[in-house]
């Protein structure tokens, strides 16, 4: 997902755009993309899942995403294995990931990467 334009929604917190110009941003989408839904072969990054990485001058990295549906089988987990795959990364210090359900995910916020995967191209 790239940096766009942030969205209010009532009731929750401002979704910021990630800091993409962070000498570690790429790195850190690349963990992103090691962490795939188990029950689709593509992974959270390019299905539109993590919607704001930030990430401070001192390495504290705060990641909001979401997942496809709330009654997802690994909703209880699939933070914990954002934060796996980023905390040891090189000039990471913390990592906080946050579940979030506003705004809701839509097939729309998947990659062209994704779409042509699932065949929706």
Known sequence: MTAEAPHQMEGTPLI???????????TVVEACRSVYDP?????????????TIEISDEGEVNILMSLTAPGC??????????????????????????????????MDMMSDEARLELGFM
């Open 73 to 106: 089988p690994v909703a209880g987990e699939m933070p914990g294995w954002v934060a796996e795959a980023v905390e040891p990364l090189p000039g990471v210090k913390t990592v906080d990931v946050q579940l979030v359900w506003e705004p809701p995910w839509g």
């Open 16 to 26: 910021k755009p990630s800091t993409t110009d962070h000498a570690i941003y790429d």
């Open 39 to 51: 029950e689709i072969p593509v992974n959270i990054y390019d299905l539109g899942l993590i919607y």
